[in-house]
C-alpha cells in the first residue's frame, strides 16, 4: 500500500495553468451572477416586499375569518337556544298563568237502566216440530229505572269574578241534562246555562261560586299570520286542561261546522290554526303569548292534521258585555237579507262594480229583503240596492258585512255608502236589537 500525501497532489493541480484559468473562470461567473440577483432583488425590492406581505396577510385574514366565522356561528347558536328557551319559558309563564280561569264542562244527563230476565213462559225452538226438545230461553230486558251517565264535554273560561263562563253554544245546546263545571282546582260546581247566541256558536253559564280568576280579551283584528298561540281545553272531554301550542294558521276563514247529531253551521271569518284543538277543546280559550283570549275554540277539520278554527274574540266582546249589562246576548241587526256580490256575479247579472253586497229577497216570498220597520228599511234601503262600504270599509272578500255588524252595539251608528239605481249615495243608519 503506498501513501500519498494530499498537499502534493493539489500543488500539482494548481501548477496546471489550463485549470487555474477554468476555476478563475467560474469563479468570477458565480460572483457576476450572485451580484446580478443581488441588483435584481434590490431594484424590485419593493414589489416582492409587497408580494410577500400580500399573501401573509391573506393568510392571516382567513385564519381570522375562520375563527370569527366559528366564533359568529357558535354566537348564532347561542342566540337561537337563548330565543327557544325565551319562547319556552313565555309559553310555560304564560300557561302558569292562564290555566286557572280555564274550565272543563262535562253534560250529564239520566237515562234508562235495563236489566236481562228469563221468562220462563217464553220458550224458543229454531228447529219446531222435528226436535221438540231443543226449546230453550231467550233473555229479555226491562227498564229498571234510570242512572246518570255522562254523555258529553266541553271547555270554557272564566269572564269575570262572578264565575260567569264562556264555552260554544253547541255545548250546552241540550235540555233536561246537567252541566256540571271542574275548575282547575279539582272542585266541581253546578253551572246554569244563562245566554245561548242567536248567531254565533257562543254560550254563556255561571256557576254560583265567585272569585275565581278570569282571563283578559285580546284583540283578534290585530293577529297575524305566523303568529305563536296557545290553546287549552278538555281535550276527547277526558284530558282536563290540555295545553297545546301553534301559530295562527289563516285568518278569515269560512267553515262549514257540524256536531255528532248531523246539525251544521256556517261559521266565517273564523280564526284557523295548527294548534291542536280535539273534540272537546270546544269552548276553549285560543291565547296569545301574553296570555290574552284571541279565540274561541270551535271546531276541528276531520281526517286533517293539525287544523282547528275558533271564533275570533272580538266578535265575541258584544254578546259577554251584553249578558254582563242586561243578563242575556242583545245583537245589533241591520234587518236586510243580501248576496255577496264578487267578479263572477259581476259578469253574470251585468253589474257595474265586482264588490259589495246586493239587497235581495230570499229563496221564498217570506224571506223579505229589507225586514219593515228594521234600520236599513228607516234608512230608506230597498232591494236590489248594493252596500258598497261600511264606516269607509270596502266590502269584499276579507270585510264582512255580517261580521262588520257583530262587532257593533245596539244604538251605535254606521254610514253606509250604497249604490242605488247607479247612483251612488250615503245613508246613516242607527242600529236596533235583533227580535
Same mark, same amino acid.
Given at each position: 500500500?503506498?501513501?500519498? $500525501?494530499? *498537499?502534493?497532489?493539489? $500543488?500539482?493541480? !494548481?501548477?496546471?495553468?489550463? =485549470?487555474?484559468?477554468? =476555476? ?15 441588483? !435584481? ?7 416582492? !416586499? ?18 370569527? *366565522? ?60 222435528? !226436535? ?45 241534562? &246537567?252541566? @256540571? ?6 272542585? $266541581? ?49 277526558? =284530558? ?25 253551521? @256556517? ?41 282547528? =278554527? ?54 221564498? @216570498? ?16 230597498? &232591494? ?8 269607509? @270599509? ?13 262587532? $257593533? ?14 247612483? &251612488? ?11
Amino acid at each position: 500500500m503506498y501513501n500519498i $500525501k494530499l *498537499s502534493y497532489h493539489i $500543488k500539482r493541480i !494548481f501548477n496546471n495553468r489550463f =485549470f487555474v484559468a477554468i =476555476f478563475l473562470y467560474s469563479l468570477i461567473s458565480v460572483i457576476i451572477a450572485l451580484l446580478v440577483t443581488f441588483g !435584481f432583488v434590490w431594484y424590485f425590492r419593493a414589489n416582492i !416586499f409587497s408580494y410577500f406581505a400580500r399573501g401573509y396577510m391573506q393568510e392571516n385574514q382567513g385564519q381570522i375569518n375562520n375563527k370569527n *366565522s366559528n366564533s359568529k356561528s357558535e354566537a348564532e347558536k347561542i342566540i337561537e337556544r337563548q330565543s327557544i328557551l325565551s319562547q319556552e319559558s313565555l309559553v310555560v309563564s304564560t300557561v302558569k298563568k292562564t290555566n286557572p280561569a280555564v274550565v272543563s264542562i262535562i253534560i250529564s244527563k239520566n237515562v234508562p237502566k235495563y236489566e236481562a230476565y228469563v221468562d220462563p213462559n217464553q220458550q224458543y225452538n229454531p228447529f219446531g216440530d222435528m !226436535f221438540p226438545g231443543f226449546s230453550f230461553n231467550i233473555p229479555q230486558y226491562r227498564q229498571n229505572g234510570t242512572e246518570k251517565k255522562d254523555i258529553g264535554g266541553g271547555s270554557g273560561f272564566f269572564v269575570s269574578s262572578d264565575g260567569l263562563i264562556v264555552t260554544n253554544k253547541h255545548v250546552v245546546d241540550q235540555t233536561g241534562v &246537567e252541566y @256540571t263545571v271542574f275548575t282547575n282546582d279539582g272542585k $266541581k260546581h253546578s253551572a246554569t246555562v244563562v245566554a245561548r247566541d242567536p248567531v254565533l256558536d257562543i254560550a254563556l253559564i255561571k256557576i254560583s261560586e265567585s272569585g275565581y280568576p278570569y282571563l283578559e280579551l285580546g284583540d283578534s283584528d290585530s293577529l297575524l299570520v305566523g303568529q305563536s298561540v296557545i290553546a287549552i281545553g278538555n281535550a276527547l272531554g277526558e =284530558f282536563r286542561n290540555t295545553v297545546s301550542v301553534g301559530v295562527v294558521s289563516g285568518l278569515a276563514r269560512s267553515i262549514t261546522a257540524g256536531d255528532e247529531s248531523g246539525n251544521t253551521e @256556517t261559521l266565517d271569518h273564523v280564526i284557523q290554526t295548527d294548534a291542536a284543538i280535539n273534540p272537546g277543546n270546544s269552548g276553549g280559550p285560543l291565547l296569545d303569548l301574553s296570555g290574552q283570549v284571541i279565540g274561541v275554540n270551535v271546531a276541528v277539520a276531520q281526517g286533517s292534521q293539525n287544523i282547528g =278554527f275558533a271564533l275570533p274574540i272580538n266578535s265575541i266582546k258584544s254578546s259577554i258585555q251584553s249578558v254582563k249589562t242586561t243578563g242575556k246576548i242583545i245583537r245589533p241587526f241591520l234587518g236586510i237579507r243580501y248576496v255577496q256580490i264578487n267578479a263572477e256575479m259581476k259578469d253574470k247579472n251585468n253589474l257595474s262594480v265586482d264588490y259589495g253586497v246586493l239587497v235581495k229577497q230570499g229563496t221564498t @216570498t217570506s224571506d223579505l229583503a229589507v225586514i219593515p220597520g228594521s234600520p236599513a228599511d228607516k234608512a230608506g234601503i230597498v &232591494e236590489n240596492d248594493i252596500i258598497l262600504e261600511v264606516n269607509g @270599509t270596502k266590502l269584499d272578500d276579507t270585510n264582512n258585512l255580517a261580521t262588520i255588524i257583530r262587532g $257593533k252595539n245596539v244604538g251605535d251608528t254606521l254610514t253606509l255608502k250604497i249604490l242605488h239605481k247607479g247612483t &251612488e249615495k250615503t245613508v246613516q243608519v242607527t242600529l236596533e236589537a235583533a227580535k
